[in-house]
Each structure stands twice: as C-alpha cells, then as structure tokens.
C-alpha cells in the first residue's frame, strides 16, 4: 500500500487468507475501511469472547433508534454505548 501511495483500503480473503485478511485489518485499522472474508471456516464464534462482546454492542447500538436523531447525534449515542475504541471504530 505504502509503495503505491494507497492510504486506505478495503482488504479481503478466502480460507487461511480471510483469516489473515481480518488478522492485518485488526491491526491496522487506521488502514483498512473494511474487511471482504470469503469462506472464513465452519467455526462457530458464539462462544467466543471476542463474539459475545462485539454481539452485546451491536444489540445496543441497535437499539437507539436511529430515524429519531441526525448523523452528529447516533454519532453520540455510539460513542457512550460502545466503550471500546476498536470495536466502536468498526460499528462507526
């Protein structure tokens, strides 16, 4: 990306290379606007924390209702409801 002048991007993966395609969007994601992972493996996440954490933010955020307020105030509301800034990086 550095080499041909590329600031931000969208990176993807089938199999192992969805895995590592998430693995540098997770660690980069000043980087990256999205991850494309095709085929990630039959691997039930549920019960994962990672999972748990990021399904319980997006039952919050879900519920703020956002036809009722404009961009700047979900914006708001995201912020208080999600705490943590990677995960409140990629539900923004």
Same mark, same amino acid.
């Given at each position: 990306?550095?080499q041909?002048?590329?600031?931000?991007? &969208?990176?993807?993966?089938? !199999?192992?290379?969805?895995? @590592?395609?998430?693995? &540098?969007?997770?660690?980069?994601?000043?980087?990256? &606007?999205? @991850?494309?992972?095709?085929?990630? !493996?039959? =691997?039930?996440? /549920?019960?994962?924390? %990672?999972?748990?954490?990021?399904?319980?933010?997006?039952?919050?955020v /879900?519920?703020?209702?956002?036809?009722?307020?404009?961009? %700047?105030? @979900?914006?708001?509301?995201?912020?208080? /409801? @999600?705490?943590?800034?990677?995960? /409140? %990086?990629i =539900?923004?």
């Amino acid at each position: 990306m550095d080499q041909n002048k590329i600031t931000l991007a &969208t990176i993807g993966g089938h !199999g192992f290379g969805a895995k @590592v395609a998430t693995a &540098t969007a997770i660690n980069h994601m000043n980087r990256f &606007t999205g @991850v494309m992972a095709l085929d990630g !493996g039959p =691997i039930d996440h /549920r019960y994962y924390e %990672s999972y748990q954490e990021l399904a319980q933010y997006i039952q919050d955020v /879900r519920n703020i209702g956002i036809e009722k307020y404009n961009a %700047s105030d @979900v914006i708001k509301k995201i912020h208080e /409801r @999600v705490p943590h800034p990677k995960w /409140r %990086s990629i =539900i923004l």
